[in-house]
């Protein structure tokens, strides 16, 4: 049977399904966790079975988890705990939750969340506000990630030791948010896309304010803010913010440098670096290549020979397609005394490493990936007003407009500006952390095997990407890691076409699963063979 059939949640009611619990539970307490005795008939009944409610998950036929709920005392903790009202919050609902068990091979899928999303639903549904579960102390790690606070002594008995734990509703709900929400949206819980990426609660609730005009105070209040914001993140001078995205900024860019005179020279060790080739020449400009191997830096020597008669030079600081951080610093050094312009794209560096852009003539960036807002605002900074004879390039495309307009000539949206302010705030402050964790990342994948695409000396800390073993298909990886509640990507064609993998820290990441999510891809890549599914034990069972 496929791991990846649809799965249905219900409660259960039909005579069928209560004697697939009977099986699980045996399955479970008696055979993994020596809890109960075993008996012949492989089944075992529990002792509150006609007072629990089960939630279970189906898949056809096959029962591949459940979890029991019950409000009326005595609890089974009341016969394990002496006193247990001793330690419980007075004034609160109580509910004990029991029995979960979910089949070996569906341990690492989106099983639990769902059992989890419709316990909650249930508990809500029936006025409980405080849960109360015998932990197993193989998963005390995911119980506190959960938000369960342990109290009292343990109970059972050797092999089969509980902790007794509580926990309210409201925080239960606040520590699955993100496996609820992927629940509901049928996506994975856990996002580590280059985008979109995770956005910040706080951030999210910039969308359900109410619109305001574009043409208003209010909104060049707002406008006015954002700029002063990247100005500072950036020291930029100028900064045009537009609808759209960072191919309509690089557009944008190119049109710019259709107006100067003088011959250019792109930089390319990456799609990205391409695909500045691609917008060059759809502008018709005067320009050379200078191009290296995916994944290798570029070599100041060799380009200081290529810049002799070039008026600008345009390059990928951040090269997403390989996670390449390009030496900025020292092309700006080349440049400088030649008199050569510098424009960057610095879409994926923004928000991920410090960008210094005040002597950039022109660089690009986006809302979404390293910044943490919703994709959908293009940016343009300059280091001079923009040319006057703007008006031979199409009317959106061109800055002094924006200039003339107070940097909002058409349609733009408030809720979109607003998030992204709101994501600006302090953003700065993760450049550290961000290294450690792409260092720990490295090590991670090194120990497995793995071939980073970017040696460490030369690799931004917001995106690590993977080559795969041979035999191993980068679609079946992330399908396991979607099971998992992980999603990375591998579905970009340049991916694709190399069987490669990203991993990748921008936006509001899960920063506390990198562990799990590393040793789930780790497991997910030794797999034996992309067309079988089974997946690592992980006991999550309780009692």
Same mark, same amino acid.
């Given at each position: 049977?496929?791991?990846?059939?649809?799965?249905?949640?219900?409660?259960?009611?039909?005579?069928?399904?209560?004697?697939?619990?009977?099986?699980? #539970?045996?399955?479970?307490?008696?055979?993994?966790?020596?809890?109960?005795?075993?008996?012949?008939?492989?089944?075992?009944?529990?002792?509150?079975?006609?007072?629990?409610? !089960?939630?279970?998950?189906? &898949?056809?036929?096959?029962?591949?988890?459940?979890?029991?709920? @019950?409000?009326?005392?005595?609890?089974?903790?009341?016969?394990?705990?002496?006193?247990?009202?001793? !330690?419980?919050?007075?004034?609160?609902?109580?509910?004990?939750?029991?029995?979960?068990?979910?089949?070996?091979?569906?341990?690492?899928?989106?099983?639990?969340?769902?059992?989890?999303?419709?316990?909650?639903?249930? *508990?809500?549904?029936?006025?409980?506000?405080?849960?109360?579960?015998?932990?197993?102390?193989?998963?005390?790690?995911?119980?506190?990630?959960?938000?369960?606070?342990?109290?009292?002594?343990?109970?059972?008995?050797?092999?089969?030791?509980?902790?007794?734990?509580?926990?309210?509703?409201?925080?239960?709900?606040?520590?699955?948010?993100?496996?609820?929400?992927?629940?509901?949206?049928?996506?994975?819980?856990?996002?580590?896309?280059?985008?979109?990426?995770?956005?910040?609660?706080?951030?999210?609730?910039?969308?359900?304010?109410?619109?305001?005009?574009?043409?208003?105070?209010?909104?060049?209040?707002?406008?006015?803010?954002?700029? @002063?914001?990247?100005?500072?993140?950036?020291?930029?001078?100028?900064?045009?913010?537009?609808?759209?995205?960072?191919?309509?900024?690089?557009?944008?860019?190119?049109?710019?440098?259709?107006?100067?005179?003088?011959?250019?020279?792109?930089?390319?060790?990456?799609?990205?670096?391409?695909?500045?080739?691609?917008?060059? @020449?759809?502008?018709?400009?005067?320009?050379?290549?200078?191009?290296?191997?995916?994944?290798?830096?570029?070599?100041?020597?060799?380009?200081?020979?290529?810049?002799?008669?070039?008026?600008?030079?345009?390059?990928?600081?951040?090269?997403?397609?390989?996670?390449?951080? #390009?030496?900025?610093?020292?092309?700006?050094?080349?440049?400088?005394?030649?008199?050569?312009?510098?424009?960057?794209?610095?879409?994926?560096?923004?928000?991920?490493?410090?960008?210094?852009?005040?002597?950039?003539?022109? *660089?690009?960036?986006?809302?979404?990936?390293?910044?943490? &807002?919703?994709?959908?605002?293009?940016?343009?900074?300059?280091?001079?007003?923009?040319?006057?004879?703007?008006?031979?390039?199409?009317? !959106?495309?061109?800055?002094?407009?924006?200039?003339?307009?107070?940097?909002?000539?058409?349609?733009?949206?408030? #809720?979109?500006?607003?998030?992204?302010?709101?994501?600006?705030?302090?953003?700065?402050?993760?450049?550290?952390?961000?290294?450690?964790?792409?260092?720990?990342?490295?090590?991670?994948?090194?120990?497995?095997?793995?071939?980073?695409?970017?040696?460490?000396?030369?690799?931004?800390?917001?995106?690590?990407?993977?080559?795969?073993?041979?035999?191993?298909?980068?679609? #079946?990886?992330?399908?396991?890691?979607?099971?998992?509640?992980?999603?990375?990507?591998?579905?970009?064609? !340049?991916?694709?076409?190399?069987?490669?993998?990203?991993? *990748?820290?921008?936006?509001?990441?899960?920063?506390?699963?990198?562990?799990?999510?590393?040793?789930?891809?780790?497991?997910?890549?030794?797999?034996?063979?992309?067309?079988?599914?089974?997946?690592?034990?992980?006991?999550?069972?309780?009692?």
């Amino acid at each position: 049977m496929s791991l990846f059939q649809p799965l249905v949640y219900k409660v259960a009611t039909e005579p069928h399904e209560f004697e697939l619990i009977h099986e699980l #539970n045996h399955r479970t307490f008696v055979e993994e966790i020596p809890q109960h005795r075993g008996n012949t008939g492989r089944r075992l009944v529990d002792r509150f079975h006609a007072e629990n409610t !089960y939630v279970v998950c189906m &898949a056809a036929s096959e029962l591949v988890g459940m979890v029991a709920v @019950r409000g009326q005392r005595p609890f089974s903790l009341d016969h394990k705990l002496a006193e247990l009202d001793g !330690y419980l919050p007075r004034g609160r609902r109580a509910c004990e939750i029991r029995l979960l068990a979910v089949e070996p091979r569906y341990r690492k899928t989106s099983v639990f969340a769902g059992l989890v999303l419709r316990l909650v639903q249930l *508990a809500r549904a029936r006025g409980f506000d405080l849960a109360l579960i015998s932990g197993t102390v193989r998963q005390l790690k995911l119980y506190r990630h959960l938000g369960f606070e342990p109290f009292g002594p343990r109970v059972g008995t050797p092999g089969a030791e509980y902790q007794p734990m509580m926990l309210t509703l409201e925080r239960f709900e606040e520590c699955v948010r993100p496996l609820l929400s992927a629940q509901e949206s049928g996506s994975p819980a856990f996002s580590f896309l280059p985008g979109p990426v995770s956005i910040a609660p706080e951030v999210q609730e910039t969308l359900r304010e109410a619109p305001i005009s574009h043409r208003g105070e209010p909104f060049r209040r707002l406008m006015g803010e954002v700029r @002063r914001q990247l100005a500072a993140l950036t020291g930029a001078h100028h900064v045009s913010l537009l609808l759209g995205s960072g191919t309509l900024a690089n557009d944008v860019v190119a049109g710019q440098l259709s107006l100067q005179p003088g011959k250019g020279l792109i930089l390319a060790n990456g799609e990205f670096g391409e695909r500045l080739i691609d917008h060059a @020449r759809r502008w018709r400009l005067d320009f050379d290549v200078h191009q290296r191997p995916w994944g290798q830096p570029f070599e100041p020597a060799a380009i200081e020979r290529e810049l002799e008669g070039k008026t600008w030079l345009w390059l990928v600081h951040c090269e997403t397609s390989t996670g390449m951080l #390009n030496d900025l610093q020292s092309l700006r050094r080349l440049c400088a005394p030649l008199g050569v312009d510098v424009c960057v794209d610095a879409i994926s560096s923004l928000g991920t490493v410090t960008c210094d852009l005040r002597d950039i003539a022109f *660089a690009t960036g986006v809302s979404g990936k390293g910044l943490g &807002a919703y994709p959908g605002i293009a940016m343009v900074f300059h280091r001079e007003p923009p040319s006057a004879r703007g008006n031979r390039l199409p009317r !959106y495309l061109d800055l002094a407009l924006y200039a003339r307009e107070g940097g909002c000539p058409f349609t733009h949206s408030s #809720n979109l500006l607003a998030a992204l302010s709101r994501a600006l705030d302090g953003l700065a402050s993760r450049y550290a952390t961000l290294s450690d964790d792409a260092a720990y990342l490295r090590r991670q994948a090194e120990a497995a095997g793995l071939r980073v695409a970017v040696p460490a000396a030369h690799a931004a800390p917001c995106v690590l990407t993977f080559a795969l073993p041979r035999g191993t298909h980068g679609a #079946n990886v992330a399908e396991r890691l979607a099971a998992s509640g992980y999603a990375i990507a591998h579905a970009s064609a !340049y991916l694709a076409e190399r069987n490669w993998i990203q991993v *990748a820290l921008m936006g509001d990441y899960a920063r506390h699963r990198l562990p799990e999510m590393m040793a789930a891809l780790r497991q997910a890549v030794h797999a034996h063979g992309d067309a079988q599914h089974d997946m690592p034990k992980r006991a999550l069972p309780h009692g």
